[in-house]
T-cell receptor, first 111, second 115 residues
Framework: GENVEQHPSTLSVQEGDSAVIKCTYS??????FPWYKQELGKRPQLIID?????GEKKDQRIAVTLNKTAKHFSLHITETQPEDSAVYFC??????????FGTGTRLTVIP | ETGVTQSPTHLIKTRGQQVTLRCSSQ?????VSWYQQALGQGPQFIFQ???????GRGNFPPRFSGLQFPNYSSELNVNALELDDSALYLC??????????????FGPGTRLLVL
């Protein structure tokens, strides 16, 4: 089955700096890669996603890049703000079935 | 705000007991997936239901079972509860087993504590 690895497990940045979280996946059939933000005690919230026919996608301060050959994808958050502090999860999906999640990155933005 | 709802929000059980968790999918969605999220971990896929049939299962024992009803709501049943079953159980709904392209919408989860 699919195996998604995520790094780093924790990340602290100064407010205004950029944050980068990286994930790798093992199943070359995976074709959909969402990123979720989860605040303490709440549900995962989709923040951005990318499909395998696209190399990069941007939404305001958030961007995701995908390298299919290397089987890795990354989340980039620019101009970080304290409210960006949360746990971020990457995930991968092959075909019609379930999502495989990474182990999460706890991002702390220091004011 | 997502239309996926789950009940109950919190639950405390003892080892060996049985539990039923419920999920109402978002309007227009016919697929429900269940995930287990242990503390400090990413969600782990339990199984998916599409049009009232199980449509994929993760690495969970048979004491984890489910149902989907004609209105596409779903139940997750766990028998013979173990301490390690303590987790946040998330329900996610989507359309057509995920083939319609949209991401699944997660419910708020049920936090289960097994003592």
């Amino acid at each position: 089955g699919e195996n998604v690895e995520q790094h780093p497990s924790t990340l602290s940045v100064q407010e205004g700096d950029s944050a980068v979280i990286k994930c790798t996946y093992s199943d070359s059939a995976s074709n959909y890669f969402p990123w979720y933000k989860q605040e303490l005690g709440k549900r995962p919230q989709l923040i951005i996603d990318i499909r395998s026919n696209v190399g990069e996608k941007k939404d305001q301060r958030i961007a995701v890049t995908l390298n299919k050959t290397a089987k890795h994808f990354s989340l980039h958050i620019t101009e970080t703000q304290p409210e960006d502090s949360a746990v971020y999860f990457c995930a991968a999906r092959a075909g019609a079935n379930n999502l495989f999640f990474g182990t999460g990155t706890r991002l702390t933005v220091i004011p | 705000e997502t239309g996926v709802t789950q009940s109950p929000t919190h639950l405390i059980k003892t080892r060996g007991q049985q539990v039923t968790l419920r999920c109402s999918s978002q309007s227009g969605h016919n697929t429900v997936s269940w995930y287990q999220q242990a503390l400090g971990q990413g969600p782990q896929f339990i199984f998916q239901y599409y049009r009232e049939e199980e449509n994929g299962r993760g690495n969970f024992p048979p004491r984890f079972s489910g149902l989907q009803f004609p209105n596409y709501s779903s139940e997750l049943n766990v028998n013979a509860l173990e301490l390690d079953d303590s987790a946040l159980y998330l329900c996610a709904s989507s359309s057509n087993a995920g083939t319609s392209g949209g991401p699944p919408d997660f419910g708020p989860g049920t936090r289960l504590l097994v003592l």
